[in-house]
């Protein structure tokens, strides 16, 4: 059975990117947004681990491991902590209270991963050097400077990159390249993102191909109608290309 992982983090975009990474490693992920939800979500959820972000809305991380350390349910449910403060009072406290572990931010993926299986006790063999294999990459967005932005970290990191610059080419190019996933834009000519989606997600060969949106769209229901149509991840612009770096590893890490 899965181990189930609380993800707790009030950037959106860190709980995407941590969250497409653990469930590439299987695991059962479960995200708050706030202190609030956090404390809702490990009495209803039962995580066998969390993650948790120290600033938030209402009230931190110091405030939710004082709520589940006062918990029978929760006392004993290993906790990580992530911070962008890491001071070493802030490290005195959260040991104080119980962490098993302390991670600053900016962080390395494959480190958490690592710390993650040290604290639920899991095997971990000593990680390889990672040998990149020239997975393909369709890149689409109307704005060059943002496609180049892309590919020029895509390919440091060794993936092939195929660019399109209105929804058209990008269905082309999908068909033309069958890459292994897509970074779509939502507003493009021609033929939107969402409609991109829909058209892929219903045609046989190509359903599975993982599509991560990017979008400078910021209301909610404009990322849930992409996601319900298909899209599997989504970075709201202006972006950090570590971010989306790490969701393109975790869709289709080996």
């Known amino acids: 059975m899965a181990k189930k992982i609380l993800i707790v983090d009030d950037d959106q975009q860190i709980a995407s990117l941590l969250a497409s990474r653990l469930k590439a490693n299987h695991y059962e992920v479960v995200a708050a947004y706030d202190s609030a939800q956090a404390v ?11 993650l948790l972000d120290m600033k938030m809305p209402g009230g931190g991380g110091l405030s939710v491991m004082e709520h589940l350390r006062n918990s029978a349910d929760t006392a004993l449910t290993p906790i990580i902590v992530i911070t962008a403060y890491p001071s ?12 098993v572990d302390f991670i600053a931010k900016p962080f390395d993926a494959e480190d958490v991963l690592s710390r993650i299986q040290k604290a639920l006790g899991e095997d971990h063999p000593k990680m390889k050097r990672r040998v990149h294999v020239a997975k393909k990459i369709l890149v689409v967005d109307d704005e060059p400077r943002i496609v180049e932005l892309v590919k020029s970290r895509l390919e440091k990191n060794g993936y092939s990159v195929i660019a399109a610059y209105d929804g058209q080419e990008a269905l082309d190019k999908t068909y033309q390249e069958d890459p292994d996933l897509i970074v779509l834009d939502i507003m493009l000519p021609k033929v939107d993102g969402y409609q991109i989606v829909k058209t892929l997600r219903a045609d046989e060969k190509y359903k599975a191909i993982p599509i991560v949106m990017l979008t400078g769209r910021t209301l909610a229901q404009d990322i849930k109608m992409g996601m319900d149509l298909g899209a599997v991840s989504y970075v709201q612009k202006p972006f950090k290309p570590d971010v989306l770096l790490g969701i393109i590893q975790g869709l289709i890490r080996k």
Request: proline residues 4%.
């Open 88 to 99: 070493l009072e802030i490290q005195r406290q959260a040991k104080k209270m119980g962490a």
């Open 40 to 50: 809702a979500k490990a009495f209803s959820e039962k995580p066998d681990l969390i």
